[in-house]
């Protein structure tokens, strides 16, 4: 039996929380610091509570330590990771191939399960084989991998657990590869610190200067959604599928999460004797979910079926939301708008305007299909398209309690020596009291006392008790019975398994390479012994240590060629630019293009 998980972003504990009742199977959340996300931290303290939560479930807490470290942060990784230990996450997310070298010679333990952070750059057989054979349980894959490129992997390594992201942001270039944040505002991406250099404006003009697009967002890419392919990706091998969104609110959270936990439940019910949930317990909804409703900017299934030409968001990077409707009759304060969609008093709404700006405002008042906006935009035009990026009433029904997480456990009642005892999910508890024979049924007030579950993870399925179990039990003392079990059940949950999580012995495999070599982001004595050991001896620094002249920046699997209409390899126009081109931001800062068809690749370089 194969199980799934559906693995949710948690900003901080609240989110986490809602994400484990809204149906993850597990979360992943930052630590205080090393992250790659450096804005949104957590203590130790919020982590451990997080933990205690999930495991009621069996639900899992993953970490994220997955930023490079420098020589000087190196004891305080230590500690950390000793912390979160204790703290009791299940894994934690690693970049730096320091933190694997500590956790085989320095920490107290080597037990400590370790994942493959997608910032490794997880996209080849190769890459996924040598990180198996160095102890990594799992390993998250590059985002632009397609479906059959998954397979291949599972294939050939088929010992890892593949996790894939599913649902979310995309970067641009491959994760782990992008220093553009870096070398134009000093905020390394590989230290949680990017600052959005893909979803900036450029102008793209070519060998003669002539400007072939003006002021747009040539790299921000649409969100992926992958909601309709969960079966290819569950056949292909992966079996965890990550949600992004660690800068997310709360209500994203549980609407994304809802929905996507309800499709895996679909799926299951399909092949009930081949899969099942990583985790316990079934979910109440009080909505119903609905993935254009919260944050979005349009969605793509990105590589998983090959290139596709609309992966790319040139006019905004901004969030756009689910479409309304067409803007009909203007008015001097009002419009109206034909479509079926309902409007609230206080929805936002945006749309692209003649100079393709993406403008967006607040409706102050609704009524039926008339709009009256705070202020009255004034490039809107009849015609134009309408988005919700702000739905008011979604977000109030989001704002309360929205489900109910529960464990459905069958209880079983019998008669000990001395008293009574209550088994059920492998616990049993007695108490000891007299036997009285019952002079008339209890068998209804038993059960209904046994099943008063109140705050508790748990309701109760049903009481199973012999048929001749004829006694009577006051109410106080079955109360009493049932909160015992209730604890022990709990602390049962709260215990660490006894599994060996050591890693397996796997063949050892060579490290790939890269060139130029501080592609593999080495910032530390730690990781740089370690690459030695693996015969990578004369390995530049990383590029936040030594920053080199014409740097190679991103590599992206998006092509501005191919997305231009201008690739000939797939059946696109001849360029009728000369080459190299170049994107140019508002402050002329250029960066050259190259195209590496051989790999299907677009790069991009500093010009300086």
């Known amino acids: 039996m194969t199980s799934l998980e559906l693995l949710a972003p948690a900003k901080n504990l609240e989110c986490g929380i809602a994400a484990i009742d809204h149906g993850a199977d597990a979360v992943y959340i930052g630590a205080p610091r090393f992250g790659a996300r450096a804005a949104v931290g957590n203590s130790v303290d919020d982590i451990r509570q997080l933990c205690q939560y999930a495991h009621q479930f069996k639900a899992c807490v993953y970490v994220t330590v997955n930023t490079i470290i420098f020589d000087d942060e190196l004891a305080a990784t230590q500690q950390l990771i000793c ?33 493959a952070s997608t910032q490794t750059d997880n996209r080849t057989v190769e890459k996924v084989r040598w990180l198996c054979s160095l102890g990594f349980r799992r390993v998250v894959l590059a ?31 491959y994760s782990g590869l992008c220093y553009a944040s870096q070398y134009c505002f000093q905020r390394s991406a590989n230290r949680g610190a990017c600052a959005q250099f893909c979803r900036m404006k450029f102008d ?33 091998g992966a079996t965890s599928f990550k949600i992004e969104g660690r800068l997310k609110d709360v209500v994203y959270v549980k609407n994304v999460v809802a929905a996507y936990s309800q499709r895996l439940n679909a799926f299951i019910a399909k092949h009930p004797n081949d899969y099942q949930r990583a985790s316990r317990g079934h979910c109440t909804y009080t909505f119903t979910p609905n993935l254009r409703k919260t944050f979005n900017r349009g969605f793509t299934t990105y590589f998983l079926h090959g290139r596709q030409p609309d992966i790319f968001s040139p006019d905004s990077p901004k969030a756009m939301g689910e479409f309304v409707g067409t803007v ?16 609230a008093n ?49 977000e109030r029904l989001l704002s309360r309690p929205s489900s109910e997480r529960k464990i459905a456990v ?73 909160r015992m079990w209730v604890n022990a059940v709990s602390q049962a949950s709260h215990d660490v398994d006894s599994e060996d999580t050591a890693p397996q012995h796997v063949e050892p495999a060579d490290v790939p390479s890269y060139t130029p070599t501080y592609l593999y982001n080495i910032a530390n004595g730690v990781a740089r012994a370690f690459y030695a050991s693996q015969g990578k ?72």
């Not at 912390?83 to 080597?110: F, P, S, W």
């Not at 692209?352 to 906006?373: C, K, S, T």
């Not at 069958?410 to 616990?427: I, K, M, Q, W, Y």
């Not at 209804?444 to 179990?469: H, K, W």
């Open 346 to 394: 206080g929805d936002g709404l945006c749309y692209i305007d003649a100079d393709r700006e993406l403008q967006g405002f607040r409706v102050n008042r609704a009524e039926g299909n008339r709009l009256y906006p705070q202020q009255m935009p004034r490039s809107l035009r009849p015609g134009m398209a309408l988005y919700r990026n702000n739905d008011q009433e979604f």
């Open 328 to 343: 009909k009759e203007l008015r001097r304060d009002s419009f109206n708008v034909a479509g079926t969609a309902s409007f």
């Open 83 to 115: 912390e979160l230990e204790e703290a009791g996450v299940d894994a934690i997310l690693v970049q730096d191939m320091g933190v694997l070298k500590m956790r085989d010679e320095r920490l107290k333990t080597k037990n400590l399960v370790l994942h």
């Open 143 to 173: 985002r632009e991998l397609s479906v059959q490129e998954i397979a291949a992997i599972h294939h050939e390594v088929p010992d890892v657990e593949l996790e894939v992201f599913v649902h979310g942001a995309l970067c641009v270039s």
């Open 410 to 482: 069958s209880l079983h009642l019998a008669p000990t020596s001395d008293g009574f005892s209550l088994s059920g999910e492998g616990v049993t508890v007695s108490i000891a009291c007299e036997h009285q024979q019952a002079e008339k049924p209890q068998r209804d007030n038993i059960i209904r006392q046994l099943s008063r579950m109140g705050g508790t993870p748990y309701e109760c399925s049903g009481v199973v008790m012999a048929d001749d179990f004829h006694y009577f039990i006051p109410s106080s003392l079955l109360s009493e019975l049932r």
């Open 537 to 608: 001896t004369d390995v530049s620094p990383a590029f936040e240590l030594k920053q080199p002249r014409q740097a190679l920046l991103m590599q992206c699997r998006h092509c501005l060629r191919y997305s231009l209409g201008y690739c000939v390899k797939h059946g696109g126009e001849k360029p009728r630019w000369r080459e190299p081109l170049v994107l140019r931001l508002g402050d002329g800062r250029r960066f050259r293009l190259e195209f590496d068809c051989k790999h299907c690749q677009m790069n991009v370089y500093a010009e300086d």
């Open 204 to 236: 793209l003009v070519d060998a003669d200067g002539r400007e072939w697009e003006h002021q747009r967002h040539l790299l921000s890419l649409k969100d992926m959604c992958q909601i309709e392919h969960l079966d290819e990706l569950i056949e292909a």
